[in-house]
């Protein structure tokens, strides 16, 4: 098993572009979620989804676009970048509601 | 929404020690994990204890959930430990939505 995947690892975006950072799992769990992580911060909850065809906000949803087609592929969709959102994002998935969520490498964003 | 609270902050050790790091939540919770982001980035996920106690290695982790606090115990400490440990937990029921502690940053130095 590949786990959780992410692409790019790196990317550096202009105000206003937009673009969708990729997360795949192979390991047929129902949970995904996408964070963000910031220098000295802990990670905030973006968007995830309970299943296909089901997604909600997170703590942080303003900016960000997801939709979930499959099991296996989780997107998530920046629609006018800003400097504001230059920060790292993990994707995760778990089996379900009381099982440990498994974490993919990281996008590292940059936004100028 | 709930509140988590690390501690400390910041904890240096020579190699051989032992630690404790504590984690702190503001309400009760049907889940609560620990992790570690080694200093690649990488967020490996070390127990899922929302109750109880768990043991791997030289890691172990106890939650006392009545009481609100969970407790990463790291014993001979290695120079690999170094890196954030996370504690997250959820009260909703929906596994994916885990409230992150700000970390615990350990350096553990020869």
């Known amino acids: 098993n590949a786990g959780v995947t992410q692409t790019p690892k790196f990317q550096v975006l202009k105000t206003g572009q937009s673009m969708t950072l990729q997360c795949a799992q192979d390991?047929?769990?129902?949970?995904m979620s996408w964070y963000r992580q910031d220098p000295g911060m802990g990670l905030r909850l973006i968007h995830y989804s309970v299943g296909a065809g089901i997604t909600d906000q997170g703590e942080v949803p303003n900016g960000y676009n997801v939709s979930r087609s499959t099991t296996e592929d989780f997107p998530l969709r920046l629609l006018s970048a800003a400097p504001s959102q230059t920060s790292v994002y993990f994707c995760?998935?778990?089996?379900?509601?009381?099982?440990?969520?498994?974490f993919g490498p990281g996008t590292r964003l940059t936004v100028l | 929404g709930i509140q988590v609270e690390q501690s400390p902050p910041d904890l240096i050790l020579q190699e051989g020690a032992n630690s404790t790091l504590r984690c702190n939540f503001s309400?009760?919770?049907?889940?609560l994990q620990w992790f570690h982001q080694n200093p690649w980035g990488q967020l490996i996920n070390l127990f899922y204890i929302p109750s109880g106690t768990k043991q791997n290695g030289r890691l172990s982790a106890t939650t006392v959930a009545t009481e609100r606090y969970s407790l990463l115990y790291i014993s001979s400490s290695q120079t690999t430990d170094s890196g954030v440990y996370f504690c997250a937990v959820d009260n909703t029921g929906t596994a994916s939505k885990l409230t992150f502690g700000t970390g615990t940053r350990l350096q553990v130095t020869l």
């Open positions: 995760a998935s778990s089996y379900g509601h009381y099982n440990e969520q498994f």
């Open positions: 309400d009760s919770v049907n889940n």
């Open positions: 390991m047929n769990h129902e949970y």
